[in-house]
């Protein structure tokens, strides 16, 4: 086994204590009554984000790091994708949620998550994954997706920054979470579009980087998509406003990208792995 496979397995044990932090983190938000103080609107959307959290990204993170420590590159792709949503999600509980017994937890989470992901991708041989994919891999439509994707929620949040800057005011989100900004416009326009541009741009020009990257993003994306659907449908039966029709929006780019991380991988031939500890063999030389 190469040493970079290696150093990848010791980043994968992270996967244990971030599995435990989130279970306390969104069994306690989901289980303690009135646990979260603040705005109505900020309170249910961390209810929210709890129960996705821990329903169905979890499970992802799980499944995508025992596959990724017994070799696959497929499943190292996603469980890196997962650790880039949590690094988000995690980064919101700690700046966005008001100081409660958990602050801490949420700070011992978002370590484990921005490390292990930093250790992750540094240790990632993204040279071999691009000699993965077969040679005629298709990248037009991944990255035009991707990119309309990119600019339509610049286009949302700024719709609503925009105009409140030019006369002065607050956005109503902002007003309603009752926070100093919104996190969420933050990370999305400086970190997190961005990377996904870069990811899709990379791809279409055929860059090393671009097709590992585009699997990771994807699998982030998909996360978001969810994260909101979830959201909304907890602020509808909160009584919030909401629009029902966006939570149809939402699951159906969540579908639309999950079709594509799945399309993409499907281009990328698999390591056979004969036995745990054991070194990753070829398909080409069974």
Known sequence: MSE???????????????AVLVILISGIGLLVPDFYRGALAWTVQAVAQDFVDLVIVLPVLIVSGLLAYRGSQRGHLIWLGTLSYLVYDMVIYAFGVYFNALFLVYVAALGCCLWALIGGMATTDWREIRNRFVTNTPVKLVSVLLLIQVVLFYLTWLKEDVPALLSGTIPATVIESGLATNPVHVLDMAVLLPAVALSAIWLWRKQTLGYGLAAVVLTNVIFQCVGIAGIMIFSLRAGLPAGAELVIVFVVL????????????????????LKVGQAIVEPSTI
């Open 254 to 273: 969540a579908i639309v990208d999950l079709a594509l991380l799945v399309w993409h991988l499907s281009h990328m031939k698999p390591s056979v792995v």
């Open 4 to 18: 970079n496979v290696q150093h990848n397995r010791s980043w994968l044990w992270l996967t244990v204590p971030i």
